[in-house]
């Protein structure tokens, strides 16, 4: 393009606050008119001023997230703006990593970029260094405004100043200070006195909504009324721990005095929070859950960390584990997870046998049908703690009696599981896939013995299967009668899944063999 071809240009301006822009001349008419005179000096250059306006008026340098930059930019890419102009460098951006991704934009369309006040353009790499540099100084300048204003903030909340934010109900601001609202401070006493009385947030939530107690009326700045709505859980929750309603200030953990009026006493927060905590605990414990975790507390794993109740849901159903708490530990100590019905059954057991060492299996499982509580009762004043080990689960009795009980701690599949012998569990395993594979099995066995006119291959065909498959179906076909009933009443070893029975190409017929084989010996 020669030096007398016509240049569009499009002038960009842009004012951090909105104060001030409703007067009849403002920051961002002086900026236009100042690029506008010098678009008019280069007009000998071709340079031609467009008439569309590109004011970013209330918005920060510090991202692109402006709307008249957005069209600026969609308005270059379709190349309809040559140059863009600007009163100085950091009206456009405040940020490297932004002015960057402007740059790249105007290399593509070989547009320029024109600081008024600064003299310099994009078109060459002087250019880009000169801008490079001031951006890092309006990049310093921007990030050094911001530490100020943090600490300013700090040091007011120190002294026990209202620094703005959503204003809680039962408060109003005049002079930038919380004042109590009488009408509004009544509703926040009802809330934390009816917490107390009922024990629930959900239930508070369902209560307040009957006696017709409605969140704050809020109005925007633009005039929209928004609030008096039912209150939800997550409002309360935040609501009964704000100290700001004893009269103190939170600042990134730190509490102070502050200058406003207490509209409840600090031995009522107080019992509100003691009661959040305490549902927050019974919450992660599972005290009030269908399941309750019954070893809280006892457990600890291999490298003496604290283990937790833990669950998964896969497929709507929902798995229970305990795993290793990792705060503090090293990046390369990865958690310990066992499936909590595998230990807590075998925890059962060894609690049964205590008490009589002739306990039987059944005897175990009707154990594990008592009441959850007072399972939980038993376990917390008959074990002191409980320690899991790759190989072997440690349980110290309250009396300083302990046992050791062997169960690896082994994968199958994808899930991890303990490896626990059937009479040590306190209730039974079935595995739909092993009961499953043993059913088709027994089908095998019967078509070949009742239809002795077909072939194996005619039998393989009739029923779909590999003649390979069906060769593993007759051997299993053939186990001990004793070992088919263990499976069917789900007491076969943990080991034992359909893929370890599948894959058993070398399965003895003697029934002794079988049982060391399968580990039922």
């Avoid at 300083?400 to 303990?418: C, D, F, M, N």
């Avoid at 009742?450 to 060769?471: K, M, P, Q, V, W």
């Amino acid at each position: 393009m020669s030096s007398k071809a016509k240049r569009r240009c499009a002038i960009y301006t842009r004012k951090s606050t909105d104060e001030g822009l409703d007067q009849a001349f403002n920051s961002l008419d002086a900026q236009r008119e100042a690029c506008a005179a010098y678009v008019m000096s280069q007009c000998h250059e071709g340079w031609e001023l467009l008439p569309d306006l590109y004011d970013d008026g209330g918005y920060s340098g510090g991202n692109m997230d402006r709307p008249c930059l957005r069209n600026l930019l969609d308005d270059v890419k379709a190349g309809r703006v040559d140059i863009i102009v600007v009163y100085k460098v950091d009206r456009l951006t405040r940020s490297l990593a932004d002015f960057a991704k402007i740059v790249e934009v105007l290399d593509k369309q070989g547009a320029s970029f024109v600081s008024v006040t600064q003299a310099f353009n994009t078109t060459n790499s002087m250019g880009r260094l000169t801008l490079n540099v001031l951006l890092s100084f309006a990049q310093f300048e921007r990030e050094v405004t911001g530490e100020r204003i943090r600490d300013k903030i700090a040091a007011s909340k120190a002294r026990g100043m209202w620094m703005g934010g959503s204003v809680p109900l039962g408060y109003a601001v005049r002079d930038r200070k919380l004042v109590v609202v009488p009408e509004e401070a009544d509703k926040v006493r009802i809330i934390f006195e009816r917490y107390l009385a009922l024990g629930s947030v959900l239930v508070l939530a369902e209560d307040l909504k009957a006696r017709g107690i409605r969140s704050k009326v809020r109005v925007s700045r633009t005039g929209k009324q928004y609030g008096n709505a039912a209150f939800s859980r997550g409002a309360l929750y935040l609501m009964l721990q704000n100290r700001i309603y004893f009269g103190e200030v939170m600042h990134k953990g730190k509490a102070y005095p502050g200058e406003h009026a207490a509209i409840i006493d600090t031995d009522l927060f107080n019992r509100a929070a003691a009661l959040l905590r305490q549902n927050r605990n019974n919450h992660v414990n599972g005290v009030h859950a269908e399941e309750p975790s019954l070893l809280i507390g006892k457990l600890h794993d291999g490298l003496g960390r604290i283990m937790s109740p833990d669950h998964a849901t896969k497929r709507g159903k929902r798995y229970r584990y305990y795993a290793s708490r990792t705060e503090g530990s090293s990046k390369e100590a990865k958690a310990w997870r066992v499936p909590a019905g595998d230990l807590e059954g075998l925890v059962l057991s060894q609690l049964s046998r205590r008490f009589d060492p002739e306990t039987t299996s059944a005897e175990i499982r009707s154990l594990s049908n008592m009441a959850m509580s007072e399972q939980r009762a038993l376990i917390g004043t008959q074990i002191e703690r409980i320690d899991i080990h790759l190989d072997r689960v440690e349980i110290r009795f309250a009396n300083g009696e302990h046992t050791s009980v062997a169960a690896p701690i082994i994968r199958r599949g994808k899930e991890t599981r303990l490896a626990i012998s059937p009479d040590q569990r306190s209730h039974a395993q079935r595995d739909p896939a092993l009961i499953k594979l043993v059913v088709k099995a027994h089908r095998a066995r019967h078509a070949v013995e009742t239809n002795t006119d077909c072939s194996i291959a005619e039998l393989t065909e009739a029923h779909g299967y590999s003649r390979d498959y069906f060769g593993v179906l007759l051997r299993i076909a053939y186990l001990a009668p004793d070992i088919v009933a263990a499976i069917l009443d789900g007491r076969q070893p943990v080991q034992l899944n359909r893929q370890r029975l599948a894959r058993t190409t070398n399965l003895p017929l003697d029934w002794q063999a079988q049982r060391a084989m399968l580990g039922f010996a």
